[in-house]
């Protein structure tokens, strides 16, 4: 019989991976104990495997249509043994794409391409990451040119990069907004803002909202207003208080109340447009008021637009829709450029000065490294360039229109269209429907935030220069989607 093995089969298919490697105590999938002795033979097959990996990656390897079938297969397999299995039914794009699992593999602007050639038009940006498409020339180019240079921080010698795009930073950030610590996530830069607001107005407590998202560190989780991320992980930090969103009145009444209780609180934590919790947008008059309150009761305001920064809601901060300056600003994903992971909090002089005392005070071995901080200078200059705050906005309104108009088509399932430049949210009846809207979407051809764990809202995030044919695409497949959906 022909040998059909190819480099990518599947190493034992009755006893799974997780057997060969391990040198300590592990459990199999049936739940019984082994113990397996690491070996001269396993760490050769590691080496084996990883120029494998290496090969593909560097572009030497040619794939079959058999090679890419077996590594769809293995990626499962390693995702269920080393990874976490969950993500596997958790995924439309493993449990909806006809018969093999979509394994992402290249991408350029507004498509995403898996290892088999599918095209996807992207509209979840990587819950956005990729505002300025996926792999901008520009800052893959910056990357690339610096990674030849110099990669990472020697930790001793200044870095210019890092102090460019402080100076960039402070200048496009609203109002007195300058001094910028960069780090790596969302939530660290969530954690940071934190800790500068404790130390800055030596108070412990946080107000945050009903429904916002803020991270999953423990900082930033305590901040999370959704009870099945803070469950499991409770006690979490103590003193916060959650008010709902978009209601200042709210948030007076509960400074009003801890007040009179003697509880002291830093700041009060917000994001401009709730992404998470499903594209709630506030009314206009709320962040005027919100920052007239903090003031009045002189608590500091902490805006999270790491999902909203960099011109993702038509302004470059989501902040200058109401002409209001938080004291702390959180950004992060688009700062990356879709290329590299990089965040930041940025504050006035004045609140920075606690941490000038002691600049080892908050301190990070990664953040700001030279390929991020080059990653994000040259974001920042196709943002600004390419003017894509602008298109957000002309964009957004555009698609707004369209899923409003299908939405009259459909008023039993699809409940409400709403969202601010291209951060828009589609409300459906339930759960249930709207995860085979998102399955529908994506056999489609169209890949939306929508996911088994919350999908009664799906969230529509494309890069903000998509081109109009493309929304175009996207509404007619939706509007199928919802036909057949409804028949
Ligand atoms: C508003 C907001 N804050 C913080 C975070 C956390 O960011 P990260 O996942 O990079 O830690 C997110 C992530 O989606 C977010 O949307």
Not at 35 to 60: F, H, M, P, W
Not at 200 to 208: C, M, R, V
Request: aromatic content about 8%.
């Amino acid at each position: 019989m022909k040998n059909t093995k190819t480099k990518f089969t599947l190493r034992n298919e009755k006893k799974p991976p997780v057997c060969e490697y391990k040198s300590k105590v592990t459990y199999g999938r049936d739940g019984k104990r082994r113990n397996y002795v690491c070996s001269q033979i396993a760490t050769s097959e590691v080496i084996r495997r990883s120029q494998i990996y290496l090969d593909l990656i560097g572009g030497k390897t040619k794939l079959t249509k058999r090679d890419k079938q077996d590594l769809i297969a293995l990626t499962l397999q390693n995702f269920d043994n080393f990874v976490n299995r969950g993500f596997i039914d958790y995924r439309k794009s493993v449990a909806e794409a006809d018969d093999y699992a979509a394994i992402e593999w290249s991408g350029r602007g507004s498509i995403l391409c898996d290892i088999l050639g599918r095209k996807f038009i992207d509209c979840l940006g990587g819950f956005g990451i990729y505002n300025t498409g996926i792999k901008h020339p520009k800052v893959v180019k910056a990357v690339s040119d610096q990674l030849k240079r110099m990669p990472l921080s020697s930790q001793e010698l200044l870095d210019p990069l890092r102090g460019a795009l402080g100076e960039m930073l402070g200048e496009i950030a609203p109002g007195d907004l300058q001094c910028c610590f960069f780090i790596n996530n969302g939530t660290d830069a969530v954690e940071g803002a934190m800790k500068l607001a404790r130390m800055y107005t030596k108070k412990t407590g946080f107000i945050s909202t009903l429904g916002g998202f803020h991270g999953k560190s423990f900082g930033s989780l305590s901040l999370l207003g959704k009870a099945s991320y803070r469950k499991p992980f409770e006690p979490l930090l103590d003193n916060i208080h959650f008010v709902p969103f978009g209601n200042a009145k709210a948030l007076e009444e509960e400074l009003k109340k801890l007040t009179a209780l003697g509880v002291e609180i830093a700041a009060f934590v917000v994001e401009p447009v709730q992404g998470e919790a499903g594209v709630h947008v506030p009314p206009d008059d709320y962040f005027p008021q919100v920052r007239a309150i903090c003031d009045r009761y002189k608590i500091l305001l902490i805006l999270d637009e790491v999902q909203t920064g960099f011109g993702r809601t038509g302004k470059m901060f989501a902040c200058e829709h109401w002409s209001i300056v938080p004291d702390i600003m959180c950004v992060a994903k688009s700062l990356g450029g879709g290329v590299m992971p990089i965040s930041a909090f940025i504050s006035n002089k004045k609140i920075w000065s606690v941490l000038e005392k002691n600049p080892f005070i908050h301190s990070t071995t990664f953040g700001g490294n030279p390929l991020a901080c080059a990653a994000g200078i040259a974001a920042i200059n196709v943002i600004l360039s390419e003017k894509l705050a602008d298109k957000a906005a002309e964009r957004g309104e555009y698609f707004l229109k369209g899923l409003r108009a299908i939405a009259k088509k459909y008023p039993k399932h699809l409940k409400e269209v709403r969202g601010k430049g291209l951060l828009i949210g589609l409300e459906f009846a339930d759960e249930k429907f709207g995860y085979r809207v998102a399955a529908g979407l994506f056999k489609r051809g169209v890949l939306v935030a929508g996911t088994l764990i919350g999908v009664k809202t799906i969230r529509i995030e494309p890069a903000l220069n998509i081109p109009y044919k493309l929304i175009d695409t996207v509404l007619e497949k939706l509007d199928d989607t919802l036909n057949v959906l409804t028949r």
